[in-house]
Structures are given as C-alpha cells and as structure tokens.
C-alpha cells in the first residue's frame, strides 16, 4: 500500500469536488462516479510522481478531462442516451424558478458533445481561462473560444429559455 | 466570469453523487498492479544501469545496534516529534504493532528531497508503544532518474508482531526476522535492488507467521512465491491476486478474464496446494466483486469477503472460495464499511482487523498533504458491525507509509 501514499487522502478531500465535475461533464450520477474511478485507477500507478510534481489535483482534474472527451471519442459511452422525458416541450418552462432552471440546463447539457461540455465546465464551472482550458484539454486557445462560442449557441438553440442565463457570457468566452 | 451560468452549473452539480470512491479506487489501483500482464524487460534492464551508476542507500546502517533505550514518548502526543528511537535491539521480547516511514519528514515526501540516515529507515512501535529503529532494513532508497522516482523498501509485520519480513540493501534480498529471538531467515529469491525500482514487492505473511508470498509488481515478468520460513522452501505461484495463505501453505488467487483486466464481469477463483499447483478454479458469483485491498481470506481458508455489485457501499458477502457462491450477506454500518471492506487481517472467523489512516488538517481543505496523519487500529464484527479500538496515535509527516500488524496475541 505504501506506493498509494496519500491517494486515499486525496480521493477523500477531493472526490466529492471530482464527482461535481464529472457529474456536469457526464449528467448521470453512475457515470460520473465511473468516470472519477477510471480516471483515478488510471493514475493510480504513477501516483508517487504526481505528488513530487507538486499538484496532484491539477493532473487529476487534466486526466479527468482528457478521460471524459477520448473515453466518449473511443467509445461512444457518454453519447446521448434514451431518456423518457421529451427533448422538445412546445412552451418553455419557468426558470424564474431555481429547480426547473437546473433541470433544463441539465438536459440541454446532456445534448451537447463531450468537448463542448468539457469546455463550459472549465471555463464557467471552474471559471478556468481560455489558456488554462487549453492546457487541461491539450488543445489550442482557439479550439476552446471555437468550442465556446458552439457550445452556447447550441445551448440557445436547444433552449431558447435559457437565454437570460447566457446574456452576459459572450464577453467572458473570449477571456 | 458569467455569475449565472457559474451559479446555475454550481446548483447542478450539487446534485452529485456523495459516494466515497476511496475503496473502490485503492481496490482498482491494487487490481491494475497486482495483476501480472505485462512484462517490461526494457524498462527493468534500464532500471538495472540507473541503479548501478547512481544508486544512493539510506537507512542501512548495519553493524551491531546500540544499547537498548526506548525513547522518551514526546511531550506533544505525536508519535514523531521526538528525539529518534534507537535501533531494534536483536532480541526482543514484545509484539512489534507497526511501521511507519516519515521520510525525514521532508516537504514533499521522498520525492521533495531525498531521505537520508538514520531517520529514512522503518520506524516500529511495539505493543507497549515503544518505537525503535529497523537499522539492518532498508526504508527508504533514491534511485534519481529525471529527478524523480524513488522507492521504498517493503516491509510486513505478522499478524502476532513476533515477525518482520523486510529487504536488507546490504545482502541485496528479503528476510525474516524472528523478534524474540533475532534469527534472520533470508528469503530465496533473487532480489537485487534493481528489481525493487519500479517494481514494488508486496509481502503478505500467513496466519502464522510460517509462510511469505513475495508479490511483485505487475511491470516484471518475476513469478510471485511463497517462500516457508520453516523448510526454506520456495513455490512459485501462479499469476493473480493474492487473496490470502491458508494454514497449510496453500493460497486463494482471483484472477481476471482476457479482456477483463479489472476483473468487472467476471473473476476467477483458483486454489493451489502447497506445492503451489493449482487444486481448484471457479468464478466468482457474478453479483459480487472483491472489493478488498487486504487479504479476502478469513482463516477457515475457504471464506471470502466480497462485495455485492449494488449502489451502496455497505453491501458485503461471504463467499465460498471454492464455489464462488455467495453464502452469507452482510450489511455493514456507514461508519465502519469502509475499512471493514479493506482488512489488514483476520482477527476471527468474522473479525477483522483495520488500520486506517485520516490526514488532519490539510489535505480535506484542499491546502496540501502537510500536516498530521491519525493511524486507528480497530478489530471490527462483521456480523455486528461493532468496532473496538485497539490503538491510536499521530504522526507529523509531509506523506507517510503505514505498516500494521501485531494484532493476535
């Protein structure tokens, strides 16, 4: 156990901010505990490395990123799923209430491709920078203020009641 | 950054799931290295060069150790905080309950800076709490390469703290130290401290103290053994997990399907006799896994603990390890499931024993791994889910590694 040193610690101060992550970024609760898994198993092995590094978390939240966008790509896994509930509801919902708002982003989310929820995570969930978002998914500053710019539109597109959620983002996308 | 959206995402995320992934994780790392697929002859030859051109040997002292005095325990309460324990002297009477490495306490751990003397080698308490210094062993060893990697010399202690099995740098191989009497029984296996570069060594004694599986590391192609102190016999086993040794040198090994290295759908169950020829091969109820990264094995030989593939982590089995079938559920307390899951050893037929070890401040705040680790050791009822306090101290440490052991009488 000893090679572990510290892993236990870490994945019990830093799980439950790892599973949030990996819930946004998969919008299931069994995929995201899978995910956070798979992605610390993976690390695992090289843990006495991180550590000298100096950030383990920042190489966890990298190799859980980088997890989420090329397990989908390799495996379809976290493509979109049957749902019973209807995409399209004909009227939009209230989101002056706090609930259906969270709803709705949820399944507009899940509609989204792994990149490009990736991408809205990092940047307005972990209030990352264009740069920093770059780096985490090993990709150029422009694919992310690309990916950006696609992602809200979808958003909008696919609901259009989010809209006074999105109003003051488009600044912040090219940050 | 967008106030809304950031408050809207952070509402949503509050819907994760508030599972503990510790078990699960440690049980999926330990499977990954455990499981002997791969063989890597580059990388052990160039570990093989590394090692002779730059090797740095701390916490070999040798020679004869010093006179006996126990150190004073520290005025802080914190086992580490005082003066160094002198070495463990060649014959000693009392039950040896743990090891811990400290690393010097170095900001970083072993990797920040490199540990050297008198204070990177294994650190024991005995049953009376007394610490000692393992001075013939090897604790901690640099090996640099791109600046980093170092390794640690294994260390076990039996389930009655009367045996040490360790690495001795200077003779380049595993021992048994007999405590009370001082006799060291060298293990017969090759071991050059090349091999333990890379390749951790994982040594898990039986019951008794009579037999020693050497397990190495998933990266070498070097068979695992058990080695039998008394006749100085070696078996190799066959590739798997250990599961555990039974009384009469045979050992339980799960093994993966092709494919199927985390052993998700289906393990498999194998059986050897002492000869280490396989008896006996099963699967394992596919509703359950081993979700240990202790020994599964109670002492009957035949009784696994295993966990049931549901949401909760609180369902456990019994299984038999010679059918695979689950025979016996368990549903074991929130507060307890954890390291009940993950024993240290068998204390009976349905106790375990448990050392587990929580930072203090520091490392759940997310401020860095410095500061304080707190060991308890517990025997913990399966059938009950009771847990008796056996044992609890602290230590002041960047990173630690944490033996226990000494738990029969």
Known sequence: MARYDGLAEFVVGRGPGLLRAAYLLTGDGHLAEDLVQSTLVKVAPRWERIVAAGDPEAYVRRALYNEHVNGWRRFGRFGERPSAATPETGRHPDHADDAVRTLVLARALRRLTPRQRAVLVLRFYEDRTAAETARLLDCSVGTVKSQTHRALARLRLLEPGLADLLNDVNVEANR | ?409
């Open chain 2, 1 to 409: 950054m967008s106030a809304r959206l950031h408050e809207a995402l952070r509402d949503l995320a509050e819907e994760a799931p508030r599972t503990d992934l510790t078990d699960r994780v440690l049980a999926g790392a330990r499977r990954r290295r455990r499981v002997r697929t791969v063989a890597a002859p580059v990388l052990a030859a160039a570990a093989a060069v590394i090692v002779a051109a730059g090797a740095t040997l701390a916490g070999t002292t040798g020679g004869t150790p010093e006179p006996v005095t126990p150190a004073n325990p520290p005025r802080t309460g914190i086992v580490n905080d005082g003066p160094l324990p002198p070495p463990l002297p060649k014959r000693h009477p009392e039950a040896i309950t743990s090891a811990f490495l400290d690393h010097c306490k170095n900001p970083g751990g072993p990797n920040g800076k490199t540990p050297r003397g008198d204070c990177a080698q294994w650190r024991l308490t005995d049953r009376s709490g007394r610490q000692w210094r393992l001075s013939d062993g090897t604790g901690t060893y640099q090996t640099r390469v791109n600046d980093y990697m170092n390794g640690r010399g294994p260390l076990e202690i039996s389930a009655d703290g009367r045996r040490l099995a360790y690495y001795r740098a200077d003779e380049q191989r595993f021992v048994v130290r007999d405590v009370p009497t001082g006799r060291v029984i060298p293990v017969r296996y090759p071991a050059p401290l090349a091999d333990l570069l890379g390749n951790y060594h994982d040594l898990t004694f039986s019951r008794d103290g009579r037999y020693l599986a050497v397990s190495p590391d998933v990266t070498t192609t070097k068979r695992a053994v058990l080695f039998d102190t008394a006749t100085g016999a070696v078996v190799p086993l066959p590739d798997g997990q250990l599961l555990g040794i039974r009384a009469d040198g045979g050992v339980a090994l799960a093994t993966p399907r092709r494919g199927d290295e985390r052993m998700r759908k289906a393990t498999t169950l194998m059986l050897t006799g002492p000869d280490g020829r396989v008896l006996s091969r099963t699967t394992l109820d596919p509703r359950t896994e081993l979700g240990t990264t202790g020994p599964a094995l109670s002492p009957d030989g035949h009784t696994l603990l295993v966990r049931m593939k549901t949401r909760s982590m609180l369902d456990h089995a019994f299984a038999d390890v010679r059918t695979g079938k689950v025979t016996r559920r368990l549903r074991l307390p929130e507060k307890v499931a954890q390291v009940a899951g993950s024993p240290t050893g068998w204390v009976g037929p349905t106790q375990v024993f448990t050392g587990s070890t929580k930072t203090g401040r520091g490392d759940a705040s997310g401020e860095g791994i410095d500061g304080l680790f707190r060991i308890t050791r517990s025997v913990i009822d399966l059938n009950t889910g009771h847990e008796t306090r056996m044992q609890a101290f602290t230590l002041r440490a960047n990173q630690i590694a944490f033996v226990s052991g000494g738990y029969l009488r």
